[in-house]
C-alpha cells in the first residue's frame, strides 16, 4: 500500500507555467509506474502523462510539448511541469501509482485553474 499527496496546482494565466508534485510514501519499491490522470468539471477522467520506473515517460496529445513528466526516485516525487498552459488544461490534476502486482493507488486531487 502506498499513498501519494499532490500539491503546486493554483490559479494561472494562460500561457504561464506550474509545477506539480506527488510525494509517495509507503511501500515505494512496489511501484512500477507513475501516471497523472486530470478530470475537468462534466467531464471523466483522462490520462495525461505517464513515467515507469525506468524514466519513460508517455504523454497525451493534447499535453504533448507543453508538459513534462519526471520521477526523483531518491525523493519518491513524481513531478508534472506544465508549460503554455491553457483554459482547457483546467481541472483537478490527480497522481496515481501502479504497483507491480496490478494494483493502483490515487492521490487525493490538486485544482489546477487557467484564465484566459
Known amino acids: 500500500q502506498v499513498q501519494l499527496v499532490e500539491s503546486g496546482g493554483g490559479l494561472v494565466q494562460a500561457g504561464g507555467s506550474l509545477r506539480l508534485s506527488c510525494v509517495v510514501s509507503?511501500?515505494?519499491?512496489?511501484?512500477?509506474?507513475m501516471d497523472w490522470y486530470r478530470q475537468a468539471p462534466g467531464k471523466q477522467r483522462e490520462w495525461v502523462a505517464g513515467?515507469?520506473?525506468?524514466?519513460?515517460?508517455n504523454y497525451a496529445e493534447s499535453v504533448k510539448g507543453r508538459f513534462t513528466i519526471s520521477r526523483d526516485n531518491a525523493k519518491a516525487t513524481t513531478y508534472l511541469q506544465m508549460n503554455s498552459l491553457k483554459p482547457e488544461d483546467t481541472a483537478v490534476y490527480y497522481c496515481?501509482?501502479?504497483?507491480?502486482?496490478?494494483?493502483?493507488?490515487w492521490g487525493q486531487g490538486t485544482q489546477v485553474t487557467v484564465s484566459s
Open positions: 496515481a501509482a501502479d504497483s507491480l502486482f496490478g494494483s493502483r493507488n
Open positions: 513515467v515507469t520506473s525506468g524514466g519513460r515517460a
Open positions: 509507503g511501500n515505494i519499491f512496489s511501484i512500477a509506474a
